[in-house]
């Protein structure tokens, strides 16, 4: 028998009457207690706990573990173990005495063996020792040579389906099995309630930079900081970096600032921005899945805008929802009836101030609801994975536009089309230009093709093999807002691009700001010398032009040339003002 000189303050302890030592010798698996605050040490440890670590004594498995709870657990499930216990310890009725929680994780025992195992645990209070975990422990398995060398995707298959195997937290089914249960309780005591969607924007973007792995423990820090800012409520993950909460209403804005100010700071060098979509609950009037759309709606409204994080869902959403279905109903009849025109955008060359391209910016006209702009169809085109709808009616206006002009002027200046990135995985890209060029029979050089630096990381594979066709064919390549990502300079070095495409965001303010100024002038000089060509948008002053002038840039676009305009217009006006530079 051990002789329990790790015992930590609770010699004579007695369980249920009987002496612990006892008592826990008798178990027929694992039976240890910690503390449940601080470092979490453990107070106590059976003798099967040495066994299942395969450790001579409990001593000597106290020491293996670093005698604290988070040591024992396998490093890449700890986050995750953690999350489950306190959601579901946190969730439930902590006086119904049969209240407990169970996760299942990974330990590695003294040999460097991975085993599965299964712990029912118990938070107990004790008026010496404080909150008191006592857990109960069995072996589920123990899994020889059967682990990748990095731990991951093998949690075990007997993970619980009510908990998310990534962070521990409810899965989406446990979250719909109990979210009327929390309702009813706030509605019997008059609580305003809250149903919140939580979302990571540009989370592809953070896989890209930081590899799966990497991107899997964003998502589990996300969790335990969901948890921690809203320890008693019903917390969800969906999917990927989808999270659900329903809440009380009062004091929502601060604890959804302290999430903010948390994950934004969360990975160093990399700001991670969360989202959240609200939707205050009724709870006569609403189902929860409705509650969870107009959440959803609501957070989606804010994606990718910088000065809002949070939004509570009102009716003016619910018109941006009829127009999104509309959008998605009508874009064949759109794109057949002519309703989607295309406008041009000159660009100008700073040296000579000749227009040496135009760009096709489309406009949707409707004949119920007049001009729609762009930022009000192409997120839903590209949501509704319809976007090639729109791209083949725009090339297939350009390239009758550049015929129609070489047949009249005798020349034409080359158009750049935009693609979104989701075209690119939904068409061909390279084949529907080639063919639409080779229908309309102009030449190859009139026609350029802009990808948003943003596309680049969701599938850096199909856009190498992309480019390389669009190059192979004789198409030139553009990288459209070039540094208005987080891995602008990384991407110089993976792709090909013939012009760089110079965010507007650099210009702004610029006139007061020295480091814009260099900035820009150092893009300038960074392209030139990896032999590409830079053209800077949101061109708006003579101020901005003589400066690019200055810093060697190449071409310039912006309202100080012309806004967006019809083609008529190019070629009636605009060439008087600014020459089109001859084929
Ligand atoms: P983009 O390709 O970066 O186009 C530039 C946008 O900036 C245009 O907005 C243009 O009107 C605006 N802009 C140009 N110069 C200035 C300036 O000096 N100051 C300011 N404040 N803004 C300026 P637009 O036309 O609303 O287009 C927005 C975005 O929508 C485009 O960004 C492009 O990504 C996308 N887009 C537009 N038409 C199409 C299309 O036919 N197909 C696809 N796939 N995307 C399109
Ligand atoms: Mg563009
Ligand atoms: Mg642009």
Redesign the pocket.
Known sequence: MDSYDHLIGIEGLQVMGIDLPAFADGLPGGFFIYEAHGEERILFANRQMADIFSCESVNEFLDLVGGTFPGLVYHHDRLRVENSIWSQINSGDSSDPSHRDHVTYRVVDKNGVLRYIDEYGRLVQDTKLGDLFFVFVAEISSAKGAIASDGRNLVHPHVSVDVDALTGLPSMRYYHSHTSEVLARASIEGTPMVDVYFDVDHFRTINFRLGYEGGDEVLQHVASILQDCFPKDLLARFSDDHFVLVTRREGLEDRLTHVHDRVSRMVSGMPVEIKAGIFELSPNDVTIPFAHDRAKVACNAIKGRYDQFYRFYDDSLSINEELRDYIINHIEQAAEQGWIRNYY?PVVRVATRTCCSV????RWFDPELGML???QY?HVLEEARL?HL??RA?INRSCADIKLTLKRLGTAVPVSL???PS?LAIVDVPALVDETVRRYDIPKKLVHV?I?ESSLTEDPELLRSVIKRLHTLGYDVWM??FGSGYSSLNLLKDYDFDVLKVD?EFLRGMEGNKKSRTIVHSITNLAHSLNMTTLV????TEGQLAFLNTVGADRA???LFS??IPYEAIIGDFFLRYPPERL
Request: overall charge negative.
């Open positions: 955008q760009e096709a910016l489309s702009p762009p930022a192409i976007i729109l791209d725009v935009n693609f979104s075209a802009e948003t459209d807002d507007m948008e949101g061109v708006e676009q912006g309202f806004e967006p």
